[in-house]
């Protein structure tokens, strides 16, 4: 008995995966083809950092600066506020793209990267990335070289991060297929 749509078929009980082609998930992400020099993608989310947030990410890397963590010594700082931990910034930011770039690839690395303006708690940040530049891979065929310029941005529109970043990324009919499990009856 064939599943209709995924080209995979069930044999066993209701509770066996059934095997579903990425592209074919509402949510799949883009894939190499889909990426072209110049083009611009607004990524639609957005994330408010929070000072759980920053006390929490700044905890778990090991960051001794109070500038983080400390309110009575960031208020005696020029800033007068606590700074957002700017790795977590990064990370922050290169998850908000994950679903318009990254989704059917690997991180290859990050190159670049600015922090012209501090980030606070209580700041929402948005991400809006370029194609700078897209190659077929010469050891992988069935994926390709995408890197991107995003730009990360505050509330207001002021740019908080910018970095380029590289990512091999599969082709849409080389994509690997996940196994979606179905519900126990």
Same mark, same amino acid.
């Given at each position: ?9 069930? =044999? ?19 894939? @190499?083809?889909? @990426? ?10 957005? =994330?408010?950092? /929070? ?17 983080? @963590?400390?309110?009575? &010594? ?15 910034t990064m990370a922050l930011v290169t998850?908000? /793209? ?29 991400? +809006? ?8 891979? +010469?050891?992988?065929? /069935? ?15 002021? /740019?908080?991060? +910018? &970095? ?5 990324? &599969? ?11 179905? =519900?126990?009856?």
């Amino acid at each position: 008995m064939s599943e209709s749509g995924n080209g995979g078929s069930r =044999r066993g009980g209701a509770n066996e995966a059934r095997t579903v082609p990425l592209a074919q998930l509402p949510t799949s992400g883009r894939f @190499f083809e889909d @990426f072209e020099v110049g083009q611009l993608i607004r990524h639609p989310l957005g =994330r408010t950092v /929070t000072s759980t947030d920053n006390i929490w990410f700044t905890n778990l890397t090991m960051n001794p600066n109070p500038i983080h @963590f400390d309110h009575v &010594y960031a208020a005696a700082t020029e800033w007068g506020r606590p700074l957002v931990n700017s790795a977590f910034t990064m990370a922050l930011v290169t998850g908000l /793209t994950v679903e318009d770039l990254s989704k059917n690839g690997v991180n290859l690395g990050w190159d670049r990267v600015r922090l012209p303006h501090p980030v606070f708690e209580g700041d929402t940040l948005y991400a +809006e990335s370029e194609v700078i530049s897209s190659r077929a891979s +010469e050891s992988r065929p /069935t994926q390709g070289i995408v890197g991107f310029r995003t730009t990360g941005f505050n509330q207001e529109g002021v /740019t908080v991060i +910018e &970095y380029d970043r590289t990512v091999l990324v &599969y082709r849409r009919d080389a994509a690997p297929r996940r196994q979606v499990p179905r =519900r126990r009856e």
